[in-house]
């Protein structure tokens, strides 16, 4: 049977999957209140116009800005995410919607637009910078099950940026577990923050211990001098800080660095 993340992209063998980073959402210490929600949907309209340009095959949509960022966002969040998604979604290839750090967001957000799969942390017990952080894989699959959005993948981040985890286990056993006991989708293995990636080192382990069908994405540090050596390991790969102007994560993309990388990947 194909697993929902490949029937996303049934003729990409290793997907590129670039990030449309939200602007800092109402309510939250960064908004530009003087520019609106208007702003918001203009600029990543600009990223996204971009990104599809530059050839990548999926875009995801992500409220980067919301510093610092919430572990139990309200319903604004998810009414603001769901505007800015539905008018900047591009129509030529799938995207999806990631929303730092509340699946339940993601998912509401993804079912209001339409979107192919969401990428959250699910799974596991964490310290970090937003303090103690406790997930719930089993109520974020009830509740897709509940909305009827059983063809939304969900992409399990089992190494989050800004947190570690609490317990001995490696991140190798982690993912290995989560396809078994949490049914993910895909996994996703990070560095320690975002635009940082993981030792390869890591990323094989975990792609080694996880079975085969299951795929294995580099989740943040993906850079054009280093994602052809990252792609002989990964299954593909999510990348966003690299793209943007100077590579800072929070700035606009950078149309000839977002080029180069999918030419890297390609070549």
């Known amino acids: 049977m194909t697993s929902l993340f490949r029937a996303v992209f049934p003729s990409t063998d290793k997907p590129l999957i670039a990030m449309a980073h939200v602007p800092a959402l109402p309510g939250t210490p960064l908004y530009d209140s003087v520019g609106g929600v208007d702003a918001l949907v203009e600029q990543v309209q600009r990223d996204v116009d971009l990104l599809v340009d530059a050839g990548f095959d999926a875009v995801m949509f992500c409220n980067e800005n919301d510093r610092p960022y919430q572990l139990h966002a309200g319903p604004e969040a998810s009414a603001v995410m769901a505007r800015v998604v539905t008018e900047c979604r591009p129509s030529t290839i799938p995207f999806g919607v990631d929303y730092l750090w509340d699946p339940r967001i993601a998912l509401a957000t993804a079912v209001a637009t339409g979107a192919s799969f969401l990428r959250e942390v699910v ?10 952080w406790n997930t719930d894989a089993a109520e974020t699959l009830r509740e897709r099950r509940r909305l009827d959005a059983g063809d939304i993948a969900i992409l399990m981040n ?13 991140f190798a056993q982690v993912a290995q577990s989560t396809v078994v006991s949490s049914l993910a989708d895909a996994i996703l293995v990070s560095g320690p923050m975002a635009g940082a990636g993981p030792d390869a080192s890591v990323l ?6 996880t079975p085969e069908e299951t795929p294995v994405l580099l989740n943040t540090g993906a850079r054009a001098d280093t994602i052809a050596e990252m792609l002989t390991i990964a299954d593909g790969c999510i990348v966003g800080s690299s793209l943007k102007v100077d590579g800072y994560t929070w700035n606009p993309v950078d149309p000839d660095r977002a ?8 070549a």
């Open 123 to 132: 799974t596991g017990v964490w310290e970090s910078d937003m303090g103690l």
């Open 259 to 266: 080029r180069r990388f999918v030419d890297a990947a390609h």
């Open 158 to 170: 089992i190494s989050p940026e800004f947190a570690s985890p609490i317990g001995t286990r490696s």
């Open 204 to 209: 094989r382990d975990v792609r080694d211990a």
